[in-house]
């Protein structure tokens, strides 16, 4: 693959990547000049420990923190040189969050959850069929009508993932999306969104400690000391 911002192929291009906080009078440098390309359609696990840059990353690529030095292109889009109402609609449009907690709100249905995400993308109308062939895919189907109370953790995240994708983005950026469940639901979630990745071309970033995790995705990027090792 051919790097650059102007590539096609490219969903995600980053050059040198820098984020420094200051925390009273000491500089923390939790990025140290990144670079990554990751592919449209591709699947890459992000590994490192507690303080490696990991959650900084994410962060910046999503478009809720800004870097402090470096390029960065999502979707053939400069998102340094964007507004911050451009950002917002970039999170409404293009990229997709799924974290560790599923952040579902518990007086709502699991239809209604997913129905605020269109709500904030200001998307009216019927579902798509082809996202209720992935409500099919995710287990959901007779689901929908349950409050989070009622469903179990897989099944809550298997409701934030939906919520996720329900406006097509481009990109999905799961922040340890196994890391409240069993065994049995990890596998479950992990293999659901290798399902997304390989059926749909769903490109997906994912944080993850586990290393059993990481290898479904097609490839492992470890980070340390805000660097790609």
Request: glycine content about 10%; charged content about 20%.
């Given at each position: 693959?051919?790097?650059?911002?102007?590539?096609?192929?490219?969903?995600?291009?980053?050059?040198?990547?820098?984020?420094?906080?200051?925390?009273?009078?000491?500089?923390?440098?939790?990025?140290?000049?990144?670079?990554?390309?990751?592919?449209?359609?591709?699947?890459?696990?992000?590994?490192?420990?507690?303080?490696?840059?990991?959650?900084?990353?994410?962060?910046?690529?999503?478009?809720?923190?800004?870097?402090?030095?470096?390029?960065?292109?999502?979707?053939?889009?400069?998102?340094?040189?964007?507004?911050?109402?451009?950002?917002?609609?970039?999170?409404k449009?293009?990229?997709?969050?799924?974290f560790?907690k599923?952040?579902?709100?518990?007086?709502?249905?699991?239809s209604?959850?997913?129905?605020?995400?269109?709500?904030?993308?200001?998307?009216?109308?019927?579902?798509?069929?082809?996202?209720?062939?992935?409500?099919?895919?995710?287990g959901?189907?007779?689901?929908?009508?349950?409050?989070?109370?009622?469903?179990?953790?897989?099944?809550?995240?298997?409701?934030?993932?939906?919520?996720?994708?329900?406006?097509?983005?481009?990109?999905?950026?799961?922040?340890?999306?196994?890391g409240?469940?069993?065994?049995e639901n990890?596998?479950?979630?992990?293999t659901?969104?290798?399902?997304?990745?390989?059926?749909?071309?769903q490109?997906?970033?994912?944080?993850?400690?586990?290393?059993?995790?990481?290898?479904?995705?097609?490839r492992?990027?470890?980070?340390?000391?805000?660097?790609?090792?």
């Amino acid at each position: 693959m051919t790097s650059g911002a102007n590539n096609n192929a490219s969903m995600i291009e980053i050059r040198d990547l820098k984020k420094t906080y200051k925390v009273g009078e000491i500089e923390v440098h939790a990025l140290r000049g990144v670079d990554l390309s990751v592919a449209r359609g591709e699947f890459v696990s992000v590994v490192g420990p507690s303080g490696s840059g990991k959650s900084t990353l994410f962060h910046i690529l999503g478009g809720l923190t800004p870097p402090t030095s470096g390029t960065i292109h999502i979707d053939n889009r400069d998102l340094l040189a964007m507004s911050e109402a451009e950002r917002t609609h970039l999170r409404k449009t293009t990229v997709g969050f799924v974290f560790q907690k599923y952040n579902l709100l518990p007086t709502l249905s699991a239809s209604d959850n997913i129905e605020i995400a269109r709500h904030i993308a200001h998307k009216t109308g019927p579902r798509d069929p082809q996202f209720n062939d992935m409500l099919g895919l995710l287990g959901l189907t007779g689901r929908l009508h349950h409050k989070p109370r009622a469903l179990s953790g897989g099944e809550q995240q298997r409701v934030a993932i939906a919520r996720a994708l329900v406006n097509h983005p481009a990109l999905l950026l799961a922040d340890e999306p196994t890391g409240n469940l069993d065994s049995e639901n990890s596998t479950a979630v992990l293999t659901l969104l290798r399902d997304l990745n390989s059926r749909l071309g769903q490109t997906i970033l994912m944080i993850t400690h586990n290393p059993e995790a990481a290898a479904y995705g097609h490839r492992i990027l470890t980070m340390r000391d805000g660097r790609v090792v």
